[in-house]
């Protein structure tokens, strides 16, 4: 299976707490060849453990909620989203403690990953 990066897709490093919420905007495609209703998997690397909830949100509103729990230090969570071509969303974490974090996205097929600086 080849792997395929996106361009477009920017890595959200970000450091939050219990303030406002810091939000990734990003888009998760899915190939034509696949289907477009393929999963798309959400990776959490971080040091340290802590409860998260993760809120991914369409732009037409609609909202699906995940709980989750990481127990131990720089360990993986992985979260199973419905991926839509073309279809955006938006990624919010409320509640984390203040440690840096990677996402990766990935869908049958294609692959995400991500790599910017602190916002």
Known sequence: MSTQYAQ????L???TGTNPVKVLHTQVL???????DALAVIKFR???GAKIET???TWEGDRVYYR???AEADGMVMVRLPAYLDEFYS???VDLPQYEFDVEISTDGLHYETDTDLL
Do not use: N, P, Q, V
């Open 68 to 70: 989750l729990t990481i």
């Open 8 to 11: 477009d897709f920017k890595f």
């Open 46 to 48: 971080y040091c340290g």
């Open 91 to 93: 990624l919010s974490f």
């Open 30 to 36: 899915c190939s034509a060849t696949e289907g477009c």
């Open 13 to 15: 490093r970000f450091i």
């Open 55 to 57: 809120c991914l949100t």
